[in-house]
């Protein structure tokens, strides 16, 4: 499949939502969190991955939708 423009954000689309759990998640399991010394309280991190995975969620729609059009087009090529 061809990287196109709206196959190429949707894969940056992912990849930060990906990195945004990630780091959330070293944030949540730190030792901060653990000792009560963090900078920001814990439901914030938590909120914050239900967004990103939101926004991965979107991308990943984006590229499903993009390969169901790819595969109409081919099929009235046919």
Known sequence: MAITPASASALAGIQAGFDGVRRNA???????????????????????????????????????????MLGSLLDVKA
């Open 26 to 68: 070293a944030e949540i399991a730190s030792k901060d969190q653990l000792e009560g010394t963090a900078r920001r309280p814990l439901y914030q991190p938590l909120v914050e991955n239900i967004t990103y995975s939101l926004q991965a969620r979107a991308s990943v729609k984006v590229i499903q939708t993009e390969d169901r």
